[in-house]
């Protein structure tokens, strides 16, 4: 069976998709290196499940070039089903076959993985063993979703949206399989709304919009990107002069949006009091002051204007 060389599991190169007037994807270059998790963020439409999609397969690119493991899927299809394993955003089952039942009919699709049981210890649901699908919560639902991408024992696993719409503890369960996975030596391509999953899961991640990478690297090489280490927000009884609320020492950037004030700060110790003393000149009464510390969310809007949850 080919393998990758030692070259990158992942090589995209100039990719190309375009729907009608839309394009999806817009000569789009990435590389996954082996044993890492990637992620790939952006907003709605931002070309991320597109990508995925040529990468897994799943749709034809119009142009460009998708080297996976060493192959390519218009001569290397077969062999490359057999190394994959896959969590579409929406992942359909039988509601009346049991967990097992399930897996087994995906375990026969590969030629080589572990034993079923084996699966079902590994994302935790032997009690619901042979339960049927329509009666699991949905968290349950989604580890079996990764069950059935795992069945395989994949070298690399597509991982799209995979705990959207998930409770707090069913993220973190699922978040713990993805380690362990990655711990094994597997690499992952992820796609996901939201940042402390990124910034947990991911060693590098590159942020989306209208097609392209507009930035890459590790999450913290991100966050420092933009040059301040906390965010400032606030909103007041009225529009405050801005001119005074820039000459504040610290401040790297300054924009209102929809009545809120955000400030990029670089040490928030000063420049909170700063401000409450400026708010206080002007003869403004604050009516809501929130701080945090920078995140991946504060990179897009610096770079683009817009925030990665745009509905």
């Not at 999609?53 to 089903?81: F, K, N, P």
């Not at 070298?155 to 711990?183: M, V």
């Not at 003393?277 to 009516?287: D, N, S, Y």
Request: glycine residues 10%; proline residues 4%; aromatic residues 4%.
């Amino acid at each position: 069976m080919p393998d990758s060389g030692g070259k990158a599991p992942l090589r995209v190169r100039q990719l190309r998709k375009t729907y009608k007037d839309v394009v999806a994807v817009d000569g789009l270059d990435l590389e996954v290196r082996a044993a890492e998790c990637f992620g790939l963020l952006g907003p709605n439409g931002a070309g991320k499940t597109t990508t995925m999609e040529i990468c897994e397969g799943l749709t034809a690119a119009d142009s460009g070039e998708v080297e996976l493991l060493g192959m390519h899927w218009e001569r290397d299809a077969s062999r490359l089903r057999q190394r994959l394993g896959i969590q579409l955003q929406e992942t359909q089952l039988s509601e009346k076959l049991t967990v097992s039942e399930t897996l087994r009919l995906f375990r026969s699709f590969f030629q080589q993985g572990p034993d079923v049981k084996e699966v079902i210890g590994l994302v935790q649901l032997q009690e619901k063993a042979d339960s049927r699908v329509g009666s699991l919560s949905g968290g349950q639902k989604q580890r079996l979703a990764l069950a059935c991408a795992l069945v395989g024992d994949p070298d690399f696993l597509f991982l799209d949206e995979p705990t959207t719409g998930l409770d707090p503890q069913a993220r973190r369960q699922l978040w713990e399989l993805i380690e362990r996975f990655k711990l094994a030596g597997r690499t992952i391509l992820l796609t996901t709304h939201y940042m402390d999953e990124a910034e947990r899961l991911c060693d590098r991640v590159a942020i989306m919009d209208h097609g392209k990478v507009i930035a890459l690297g590790t999450p913290r090489e991100l966050i420092a990107s933009i040059g301040a280490e906390h965010l400032v927000e606030f909103r007041s009884a009225r529009v405050p002069d801005s001119t005074g609320l820039a000459e504040i020492e610290g401040i790297r950037d300054l924009h209102t949006e929809d009545g809120t004030v955000r400030m990029q700060v670089t040490e928030l110790h000063l420049a909170v009091p700063a401000l409450l003393g400026e708010m206080a000149r002007q003869g403004i009464p604050l009516t809501e002051l929130r701080t945090h510390s920078a995140t991946l969310e504060d990179v897009f809007v610096t770079l683009t204007g817009r925030h990665l949850r745009d509905e």
